[in-house]
């Protein structure tokens, strides 16, 4: 029996009020367990990243509740909050969101400098987790020196440099052509998942849709039922 | 340095634009500030010279005096009565006016002079060449080696000029503490052959200096003094009086103020905006700090560093330029009138204390107020 990573329940989200409200999500139930690599897809505007705000502790559901292992996330305060993201969940951002006045390395250390560890032996282990994502050598350099694809595996890095337990990525492909994200979600599928992970992408690219474990379908704020995939 | 403090460095420093002009502000404002308040003390205390120069410890003048150059005379009774006053061990009078000298080349040219108490010489100066004893001989005048030394064509020991048609003879060349305010040279001489040398008026003595027998007696003096119709004042309550006479009734007060508001408008805008344009530059980094886990306390941390080593890193960029231009001013203008004080410092420290606070305060509001999902929604 897999172990249940992230589960919610009833997840209603709307924004703005009156005329102008719009409901993003409607009564969303998702579970999903270790060792999975869960793509949530769908068209724009199904409410694929609001999900994945509600799902990562970013965006607080009006109604409904998510519990990532064993902790109801929305009960928790804005600082216990933080700390739990901090330490539990990677981050792949659409944009990357890297530094570009920090080094590759530097940029990597980030979590761990926010975990209040001290600047040298941070760098150093961001170095390693560079070397794990093919950047060896390049560690010195800013990211904007980097081609798209590094600049992905620069943000893998940081995302997994605080060994976190769920990762989560939005679009991760969407700055890249087709062959670097192929390789990219490859290199994720077969490095980064192992059955004490779960990943969750948020995409609307099917060139990867093969790397995926489970693929749910969103549409105007409602889970579809799920397509199982074999593990590749 | 703490982690969180060493990223926010280098998000700083590594932005080498955006620094430099964070930096330039705050110099430029503190430059402007420290300047304009170095020359007003400056002049302050040049325009306490006298006072500085003699260091008595108690003056008794006339209540209408303002300035230490403004003298008006004290009949002599005043100084036999100061004499017999509880709380005195010693008092004498002091002769502090103007006169013009003809120099050997035939030349005039205006002079201070100061008149010492023929038995004591209170407040005499250092001297550089000579004895002071020869201050008794024939015409013996100690010429005071100041910026305005070359004014006296360069005298040495023997040089004469005249005074008033009065022969004087430089006996001693002298140091001092500070130079005057008004660009003219200083002599000492002795009380009686000032009275003597320069036209009188009624009344000789400008100022009685007094020594009081203990700290305690000073209060008990002044009040002694106040009920002979004069006033008694403290070396420092004198120079506070003089400087409180160009703050207050010149103008000069007014400008000072008007140059430092002006001085921290200019390092506000220029200072305050760039750091508010490299918050709003880095919001999104600063989100995606929030979305991985950065708390509150930790961004707000990171942005007052940038704030406070900006504005100390400018702060001591623009007390050093200060001080270069100062003594660049001071090699050509030995005389230039313009002085660093700690209440300077404090005044720039203050301002850009300030500039700091409102430019993060600004960027903190900021920083807080962005929602981490903004950073899902690109």
């Known amino acids: 029996m897999p172990r249940v990573a992230i589960q919610a329940k009833g997840l209603v989200k709307w924004f703005g009020e009156g005329e102008a409200k719009t409901t993003a999500l409607k009564e969303v139930e998702l579970e999903a367990y270790f060792g999975e690599m869960v793509y949530i897809v769908g068209p724009s505007g199904s409410g694929k990243t609001t999900l994945l705000s509600v799902l990562s502790g970013i965006l607080k559901p009006n109604e409904g509740s998510v519990q990532v292992e064993d902790v109801a996330i929305w009960t928790l305060d804005v600082d216990h909050l933080a700390e739990f993201r901090l330490n539990k969940i990677g981050f792949v951002f659409q944009d990357f969101h890297l530094f570009p006045r920090l080094t590759t390395a530097e940029n990597v250390a980030i979590p761990l400098i926010l975990k209040k560890k001290e600047w040298d032996a941070s760098v150093r282990e961001a170095e390693g987790y560079l070397e794990i994502v093919g950047l060896k050598g390049r560690e010195d350099i800013p990211p904007v020196k980097l081609s798209g694809g590094e600049q992905q595996r620069v943000a893998i890095a940081r995302a997994m440099v605080s060994q976190p337990d769920i990762l989560i990525m939005d679009e991760p492909t969407a700055s890249l052509d087709g062959d670097t994200g192929n390789a990219i979600l490859s290199f994720v599928r077969k490095n980064i998942l192992n059955e004490n992970r779960c990943i969750v992408v948020v995409t609307h690219d099917s060139r990867i849709y093969e790397f995926a474990t489970r693929i749910l379908q969103m549409e105007d704020g409602r889970l579809k039922p799920t397509t199982e995939k074999s593990a590749k | ?378």
């Open chain 2, 1 to 378: 340095m703490k982690g969180t403090l060493k990223l926010a460095y280098k998000l700083l420093v590594n932005d080498t634009a955006k620094f430099s002009a964070l930096l330039l502000g705050i110099t430029f404002a503190v430059f402007l500030m420290m300047f304009v308040t170095s020359m007003f003390v400056g002049v302050l205390n040049h325009a306490s010279a006298t006072v500085i120069n003699i260091g008595s410890t108690l003056w008794i003048m006339d209540p209408a005096v303002q300035t230490v150059a403004n003298t008006v005379g004290i009949p002599d009774y005043v100084l036999d009565a100061v004499r017999s006053m509880q709380g005195v061990k010693y008092a004498v009078p002091l002769y502090s006016g103007g006169g013009l000298a003809k120099l050997s080349d035939g030349t005039y040219q205006s002079v201070n002079i100061i008149g010492l108490d023929d038995t004591s010489l209170l407040g005499r100066p250092e001297l550089v060449e000579g004895k002071i004893e020869d201050i008794y001989a024939e015409n013996g005048f100690i010429a005071v080696r100041d910026a305005e030394f070359s004014k006296l064509e360069n005298p040495h020991i023997g040089s004469e000029f005249s005074l008033n048609d009065n022969r004087g003879v430089i006996v001693g060349i002298a140091k001092v503490a500070t130079s005057g305010l008004y660009g003219t040279p200083t002599l000492y001489t002795t009380y009686e052959r000032a009275a003597q040398y320069l036209p009188n008026p009624r009344y000789t003595i400008s100022y009685v200096l007094v020594e009081p027998k203990s700290a305690a007696d000073v209060q008990r003096i002044k009040q002694q003094v106040n009920a002979l119709g004069y006033l008694a004042l403290t070396k420092e309550e004198f120079m506070q009086r003089t400087a409180d006479f160009f703050v207050y009734k010149t103008g000069g007060g007014t400008n000072m103020l008007i140059m430092v508001i002006i001085s921290f408008l200019v390092g506000l805008s220029i200072s305050g905006q760039t750091f508010y344009t490299f918050i709003l530059e880095n919001l999104e980094r600063f989100g995606a700090l929030k979305a991985i886990g950065a708390k509150s306390r930790d961004l707000v941390g990171m942005i007052l560093f940038q704030a406070t080593f900006t504005a100390i890193t400018g702060y001591g960029l623009g007390v050093g330029l200060s001080v270069l231009l100062i003594w660049l001013a001071k090699l050509r203008l030995p005389s230039y009138a313009a002085m660093l004080s700690f209440g300077n410092l404090a005044i720039g420290l203050a301002m850009v204390s300030i500039i700091a606070g409102i430019s993060s305060y600004a960027g903190i509001r900021r920083v807080l107020r962005i929602d981490p999902f903004e950073i899902f929604r690109g």
